[in-house]
């Protein structure tokens, strides 16, 4: 029900050879945190030997000044795009990365919030540059680092919320963040069940334990899924335009409602 997104250290080839076993729904390479610097090339050179597909992209740091514009042009090249963009503060670190770009495709950045600076400005980011923006990201634990507050669902629940709001204002998709835990993954579900009920698209995983989890979660009851499946045959019949109100055991579904309905079921590949 989620999108999973499966980050990679770039710079460990046993891995990267493995997402063809992944049932990942996309890839995140990450050249940043989980390579450290005197890997930053290593993983550069692993990039170079790796054939992309279009559900795999790149954690470029963009920031740090480790790689050279040529190689930054590469890596944008190589991904068709498809960025992930950590530390961003402003509208201003978007234009230095699209100040590099000079192909014909255009980009379809993952765009991390990772401080309040960010999350404040995160409306007029998506505004100037919706062209080139397929998510929205949260690093919660950068964020709380950020902000001196505890990583708890209690005490993120507004910030998820908020840019779940704006991502949806925007009609760009929401990715939640990542849980460090990859032992215990009650924690992770958890996350992954409000995420869902939040309205988030997806989520950033980091080990196989927590795939094979993210896709045996119950994110709705079978008695649920019998109802929806229910309320929806109840529609078929009919013209989607013409349906305005239905009735199912004394409740009104509304056209808002049998709308949320029908993208569920789609999502459930019933």
């Not at 054939?51 to 991904?79: A, C, G, H, M, W």
């Not at 698209?201 to 094979?212: A, R, V």
């Amino acid at each position: 029900m989620l999108d999973s997104y499966f980050f990679i250290p770039g710079d460990k080839p046993k891995f990267l050879k493995k997402t063809g076993e992944l049932k990942a729904d996309f890839f995140v390479i990450d050249l940043e945190e989980s390579v450290s610097k005197n890997n930053k090339l290593l993983a550069l050179d692993n990039i170079y030997k790796l054939d992309i597909n279009q559900y795999t992209f790149v954690r470029i740091p963009f920031k740090d000044n480790v790689y050279s514009e040529d190689q930054l042009s590469y890596l944008i090249n190589k991904f068709r795009g498809r960025i992930v963009l950590p530390k961003v503060l402003d509208n201003n670190d978007l234009k230095k990365l699209i100040s590099i770009h000079n192909f014909t495709f255009s980009l379809n950045l993952i765009v991390l919030v990772e401080n309040p600076t960010c999350f404040i400005s995160l409306s007029n980011i998506i505004k100037e540059n919706i062209n080139h923006i397929h998510a929205i990201g949260f690093g919660s634990h950068d964020f709380c680092s950020a902000m001196g507050i505890k990583h708890s669902l209690k005490h993120l629940s507004y910030y998820r919320n908020k840019l779940i709001l704006i991502s949806k204002a925007f009609g760009v998709k929401y990715i939640d963040g990542v849980d460090m835990n990859i032992r215990d993954l009650s924690d992770f579900v958890e996350e992954c069940i409000f995420a869902f009920n939040s309205g988030a698209d997806g989520k950033f995983i980091i080990h196989p334990d927590q795939l094979k989890k993210m896709h045996d979660i119950e994110y709705l009851s079978k008695i649920e899924v019998e109802k929806m499946l229910e309320i929806n045959k109840k529609t078929l019949p009919t013209n989607e335009k013409d349906i305005d109100v239905i009735e199912f055991e004394g409740k009104v579904y509304e056209k808002p409602h049998l709308e949320r309905i029908k993208k569920l079921i789609s999502k459930l590949h019933l």
